[in-house]
C-alpha cells in the first residue's frame, strides 16, 4: 500500500492512491449496489461506470430525500487563477450531466478572493478578470440557464457574510491547520476562508427558507473544506451538505493532478488552437515501447499511458469501444502513434465546438451572474 502522498485543497504530491484516500477522509466508495439505485434516475454516465467519480458522502440519503420530492440544490466552484483545461472541465460536465438528469438548481462559486489570498503573483482584479474568463467556459458546457447561478464571492458578499461569520465562530485555528497543513506564516485571509466556501452549501435553504439539501460535485482534493462545513452546518441549522468526489485528472505527462502553472506543454487549455494541442497530444507520455518491433511482439501498458486515460476519463464515452482500444493496446495490434492521432482527433473536435459555444456564451454571461 502506497501511502507516501498528501491531497489537500492547497497541494496534491506524490502519487495518490485513491483507495487508501477513501480510508484517510473516511468517505464510501461508490459501489455496485449505488450504482444500480443512480441507474434509475437517468443513464449511468461514463465517469461513474469508470469509477473516475468514485467515492461519496451521503449520495444515498440525498436520493432518499429526493424520492420523498425533498430535491437537493448542486453547488460547485472553481478558483479564477488562469485559464481553464480539460482536468478542470471534467467534473463540469459531471454536475451539467446531474443537473440534467434531476432538474436541479445549482450554484457556482467563483473564489476571486481565495485565488487573491493564495498566490502572491495574483491581484484582485485578476483573479476576477480570471472569473468572468473562466465563466465562459462554464456557460459553453450548456448549463441551464434558469437552473443556474454563478457568482464572483468578492460580488456576492453581502448575502453570504452573516452564514460565513456565523460558520467562523464554530472553526478553530487548530483544526484549520490539521486540516489543510497551514502554519504561523499562513496570512489570516487564507485561515478564513474556507468559511466563505461553506456558505453556498446553505444559499438555497437560505433563498427558500426551510432546509435544502446540497450535493457537492468536485474533485476529492477539496473534501477537506467540505468535511469542516459538515461538522457545523448542524449547529447552523442545516443539513449536513453530501458529495460526489473525482479523481484528479492525469496529465499527458503521466500519473500527477493537471497543473496550470507547471505544466503548460502537458496541460491542454480549452482556448488552445489546433496546432497546439496537435503538438501536446503526439507528446504525451504513454505506455508504449522503446521500438515499434517490441510493441508489436509485447504490446503496450494501457495502465499507465496518459493518452489512454484522456479516454477513459473524458473522451470515450462507449465502453466496447473503450475495451478494444484496451485490447489492441495490450495485443500490440495498435501503436502510439496511431492512439495519439484518433485521441487528437476527438479532442479537437471537442474544443473546436466549446470554442465556439464559448464566443456565443459572452452574449448571455450577465444572465448567469447575481450581484449584490
Ligand atoms: N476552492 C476551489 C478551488 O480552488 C473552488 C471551489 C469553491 C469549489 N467552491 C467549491 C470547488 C465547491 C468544488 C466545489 O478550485
Known amino acids: 500500500m502506497n501511502n507516501e502522498f498528501v491531497v489537500t485543497p492547497y497541494g496534491v504530491s506524490g502519487e495518490v492512491d485513491y483507495d487508501v484516500l477513501i480510508q484517510r477522509f473516511g468517505t464510501k466508495r461508490i459501489d455496485e ?24 458522502r451521503d449520495l444515498e440519503w440525498v436520493l432518499d430525500e429526493y424520492d420523498k420530492g425533498n430535491r437537493f440544490a448542486l453547488y460547485t466552484g472553481r478558483g479564477p487563477s488562469g485559464p481553464i483545461h480539460l482536468g478542470h472541465m ?10 440534467d ?31 468572468y474568463e473562466n465563466a465562459l467556459d462554464i456557460i459553453a458546457l450548456g448549463f441551464d440557464q434558469k437552473l443556474t447561478k454563478i457568482f464572483l464571492d468578492t460580488e456576492y458578499i453581502k448575502t453570504m457574510y452573516p452564514l460565513a461569520i456565523r460558520a467562523a465562530k ?13 502554519d504561523n506564516s499562513n496570512n489570516i485571509g487564507s485561515i478564513f476562508f474556507t468559511s466563505i466556501q461553506t456558505v453556498p452549501c446553505f444559499l438555497e435553504s437560505m433563498e427558500k427558507g426551510r432546509k435544502v439539501p446540497c450535493l457537492i460535485p468536485c474533485g476529492i482534493d477539496q473534501d477537506p473544506h467540505f468535511r469542516i462545513t459538515r461538522d457545523v452546518a448542524e449547529g447552523l441549522g442545516y443539513y449536513k451538505p453530501a458529495l460526489v468526489h473525482a ?11 493537471m497543473s496550470t502553472s507547471t505544466k503548460a506543454d502537458t496541460t491542454i487549455f480549452t482556448t488552445d488552437d489546433k496546432k ?12 508504449g515501447r522503446v521500438s515499434v518491433e517490441e510493441q508489436r511482439k509485447l504490446g503496450g501498458n494501457p495502465d499507465i499511458c496518459s493518452v489512454f486515460q484522456y479516454q477513459a ?8 469501444k473503450l475495451a ?6 495490450r495485443s500490440g495490434g495498435i501503436m502510439c502513434g496511431e492512439c495519439k492521432t484518433i485521441l487528437f482527433e476527438k479532442v479537437w473536435k471537442f474544443l473546436e465546438e466549446h470554442q465556439r459555444r464559448r464566443e456565443k456564451a459572452k452574449d448571455v454571461v450577465q444572465e448567469f451572474f447575481i450581484r449584490d
Not at 497546439?276 to 505506455?287: C, D, S
Request: hydrophobic share 40%.
Open 90 to 99: 471534467m467534473p463540469w460536465t459531471f454536475t451539467k450531466y446531474l443537473q
Open 276 to 287: 497546439t494541442v496537435k503538438k501536446k497530444v503526439m507528446n504525451a507520455f504513454t505506455g
Open 324 to 329: 478494444k482500444l484496451q485490447a489492441d493496446c
Open 33 to 56: 449496489p449505488l450504482l444500480k439505485r443512480i441507474s434509475k434516475y437517468g443513464p449511468l454516465h461514463h465517469m461513474l461506470r469508470r469509477q473516475v467519480f468514485y467515492s461519496h
Open 170 to 182: 464554530k472553526i478553530n485555528f487548530s483544526t484549520i491547520k490539521a486540516v489543510f497543513g497551514f
Open 313 to 320: 476519463y473524458f473522451f470515450e464515452p462507449d465502453d466496447a
Open 247 to 257: 479523481k484528479l485528472m492525469p496529465s499527458l505527462a503521466g500519473a500527477e493532478k
Open 101 to 131: 438528469v434531476f432538474k436541479v438548481n445549482l450554484w457556482f462559486q467563483l473564489t476571486d478572493d481565495e485565488k487573491f489570498m493564495f498566490y502572491d503573483h495574483l491581484t484582485l482584479e485578476d483573479t476576477k478578470k480570471w472569473g
